[in-house]
């Protein structure tokens, strides 16, 4: 899975090389940043995220983000939840929420 901005319409995602975690276990895993959408409620992120979780699930790849939510987007809590729409876990609250997207559906 390539890292890089994907784009659909009026939504952009930054799929990276995860930097924060050990040079030896990154092979399989990719970090989503900054997931938004210009046109909110248009649908267009939601469409972004299920071809980039598709893209991961073809390749095998574990996917990770922070979430953090945009002042003029939805609420943490909000935010939360659509991301578990696609599949993605609560694993840790401190020091920094993370969660995580296993495509063989395995619990963390």
């Known amino acids: 899975m390539t890292p890089g901005l994907r784009e659909f319409k ?20 990719r970090e989503l940043l900054s997931v938004h959408a ?5 649908g267009h992120a939601t469409a972004l995220m299920h071809e980039v979780c598709a893209e991961a699930d073809r390749a095998g790849f574990v996917l990770m983000l922070r979430p953090e939510p945009f002042d003029d987007g939805m609420t943490l809590e909000q935010l939360l939840a659509w991301y578990v729409r696609f599949g993605f876990e609560l ?12 495509p063989r559906g395995r619990t963390h």
């Open 10 to 29: 009026g939504a952009t995602l930054r799929v990276a090389v995860p930097e924060s975690v050990p040079e030896d276990m990154r092979h399989g895993l």
């Open 38 to 42: 210009s046109n909110a409620r248009k």
């Open 91 to 102: 694993i840790q609250r401190e020091p920094c929420l993370l969660m995580v997207r296993d």
